[in-house]
């Protein structure tokens, strides 16, 4: 059974970088499509990024697009998110989730598509 585990969050200043780990284990990342999602406070949760299986097709949400790459390196079975030039409004418990799909090379951003979910890693956008 996929676990995943969130880290990388913390405190950034608005325009700065920070990246996040979503580590897998008790199975292979290669085998699941990986997607980000975040829920501000009092904010409904929303997906903003997901990567597929293969590694080789990619979603973004016109918030973090350019922005907020998403990869994965096999070799340390984890989904990173690379968040540059973030803003206020980042501030969020951020979740990795993942989930099998149907084709090896999409992904979705719904959050019905994905079964094995982290428990969240707050990043907070201050001065």
């Known amino acids: 059974q996929l676990q995943v585990v969130e880290s990388g969050g913390g405190l950034v200043q608005p325009?700065?970088?920070l990246r996040l780990a979503c580590a897998g284990s008790g199975d292979t990342l290669d085998r699941y499509a990986?997607?980000?999602f975040r829920q501000a406070p009092g904010k409904e949760r929303e997906a903003f990024s997901c990567i597929s299986m293969s590694g080789e097709g990619s979603l973004y949400s016109n918030s973090v697009k350019g922005r907020f790459p998403i990869f994965?390196?096999?070799s340390d079975n984890t989904a990173y998110l690379q968040m540059n030039s973030v803003e206020n409004e980042?501030?969020?418990?951020?979740y990795c989730a993942a989930g099998q799909m149907i084709s090896y090379h999409i992904c979705r951003m719904g959050p019905y598509d994905y079964r094995h979910w982290g428990r969240g890693t707050q990043v907070t956008v201050s001065s």
């Not at 980042?90 to 951020?94: E, F, G, L, N, S």
């Open 72 to 74: 994965k390196n096999n």
């Open 90 to 94: 980042a501030t969020a418990v951020y």
């Open 15 to 17: 325009g700065g970088s």
């Open 34 to 36: 990986v997607a980000w």
